[in-house]
């Protein structure tokens, strides 16, 4: 009851907005899934290839799986076959990893490209000047079986909500820069993931369409994750 409770309040919050919620899964055991399935939640979203790929054989098929953790290029073949938009696009050898992927599994998969928005030093992702240089006619030539739907960017973990905000404004800025770019045909800005339990409001205000929530609806992890 108690994620279908916090899913029906999630979505309460989101409605009228453009922003859909994405339930991050990671850790949380297939039964947990279902309860937010059987709310109605079809977006969830996982940080571990092989975990995703083990949930996706174990779940209904209409749910549809996106990649929100750091994926490692030896892994894509593992979710290759069914993910729906994998988030966490953050170099250059993973793009030419996906789109070699994709061929084989003759798909176009859906991706986001990761910006460095944080001032920490761990985070992943091209910096805003790598992005806009992508952004060529050549990016089709080079990826033919990717289709880049928009950005994807985490807050500094801080309690300084006026440092989130500019942040999650910065990623937004870029966003609105690109749109009114002329894009490769295999890319648009149409979707921008940022905010998870902690800062999803500040996302939806900043004009996130992707909220990516774990802990607001599952409670607490199990298990300390590495992302
Ligand atoms: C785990 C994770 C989330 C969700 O975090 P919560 O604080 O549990 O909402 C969102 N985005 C990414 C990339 C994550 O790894």
């Not at 979710?79 to 050898?93: E, G, N, Q, T």
């Not at 944080?118 to 091209?126: D, M």
Request: with cysteine.
């Amino acid at each position: 009851m108690v994620v279908k409770n916090n899913i029906n309040a999630l979505l309460a919050e989101l409605s009228g907005s453009p922003c859909r919620l994405i339930a991050v899964s990671k850790t949380q055991p297939v039964e947990k899934i279902l309860e937010a399935y059987t709310a109605g939640q079809r977006l969830f979203g996982e940080n571990k290839a092989q975990e995703i790929a083990s949930k996706y054989e174990a779940l209904p098929k209409d749910i549809e799986w996106h990649m929100i953790g750091h994926l490692q290029t030896n892994k894509v073949k593992y979710i290759a076959p069914f993910i729906s938009l994998i988030h966490s696009v953050d170099s250059v050898k993973l793009l030419e990893e996906i789109n070699k992927q994709a061929g084989k599994v003759k798909r176009r998969i859906s991706c986001l490209l990761q910006v460095y928005i944080a001032n920490e030093e761990t985070k992943f992702g091209f910096d805003p000047e790598e992005v806009i240089q992508l952004a060529t006619p050549n990016f089709l030539k080079s990826y033919p079986n990717l289709e880049v739907k928009g950005l994807m960017g985490m807050a500094t973990f801080t309690d300084n909500h006026e440092q989130i905000r500019n942040e999650f404004i910065s990623l937004r800025k870029l966003f609105e820069k690109l749109r009114v770019m002329p894009l490769p045909s295999n890319m648009q800005m149409k979707e921008l993931s940022m905010g998870m339990s902690a800062d999803y409001k500040i996302a939806k205000e900043e004009g996130s369409t992707l909220v990516r929530v774990g802990t607001a609806i599952f409670g607490d992890r199990n298990y300390p994750t590495n992302s």
